[in-house]
DNA sequence: GAAAAATCAGACTAAAATGCTCCGAATTTA
DNA sequence: TAAATTCGGAGCATTTTAGTCTGATTTTTC
């Protein structure tokens, strides 16, 4: 079970173009570079959250990227699951409380408590950090 | 991120050993027909959860797997980690609370923390769980 | 003692996911 | 027009996953 470098540098990146651009938009070869990652690579998690709606983009000489919403209002999980996709490293936990939906066994059927438990406390724990937190920690470094 | 084959179908099967073995040895073959996993397979399942000392085996015939110790001292997080190893979504958390350890930039530095918070709740999480409950459950249902 | 039922050990493999790279656009500014 | 940038998609090498196959070893039963 592993965050894959998608999460890892895209939050990283996210981060970075927070506290670094101000306003102004950021490119991704200064990103890369202040972050040691392959522009080639950070392109394509840029575009992930583009397409997700949390960073704007500017093209041309001066381009770059800048974060379309308030850092106060963007949780980590937004940022990770624009990158991963859904949090939930076990499928059929059940959206439903009930015991209702069909089971062939009742090991299958109890194991399900524990991965809705996990997948519960994974997206509680992201979307209780805004990334507005973590750009205040980084400037008082 | 997702949890794999081995976590899953294991931690089933383990339950199933838990509430269909009565201090009797449960063959691999019974627990692979009740749980619809391949015999195969779970052989190596069962090899891991041996290594890790959550059950015994017992050769020849009639003989099987039964729980090494009470259900009720063993964690789902035992399980799953023999299972699958450690259950660190994302390495480099840094065992050590403090931000004496080189990050190359503030926000590597910043976004371990987040990465710590998601080990926890995980850890914390399957460690609060125990086998014992789920029998339990499982016998209600 | 032979046959059957089981665990055990390890090599092997197919398929999927991951972690990238590369190329050639398109766009904007200077 | 040239340079700096984002954009889109194809492609690929490596690793991980998921699982099979084979054969050996142990134990019980007849």
Redo the contacts with the bound molecule.
Sequence with gaps: ??L???GR?GLRAFIDLAVSGEGQ?????SIAQRQEI????L??L??KL?KAGLVE?????????TIARPVEEISVGDVLRALEGDLVPVECAGIDESHATHCSSSSQCVSKIVWKRINDCINDTVDSIYIGELVQESRGL
């Design positions: 079970m592993k894959s470098t998608k540098y938009p950021v490119s991704i070869i392959s522009v080639s690579y392109e394509k840029m575009a583009k983009s500017v093209r041309g000489v001066n381009g770059g990227y």
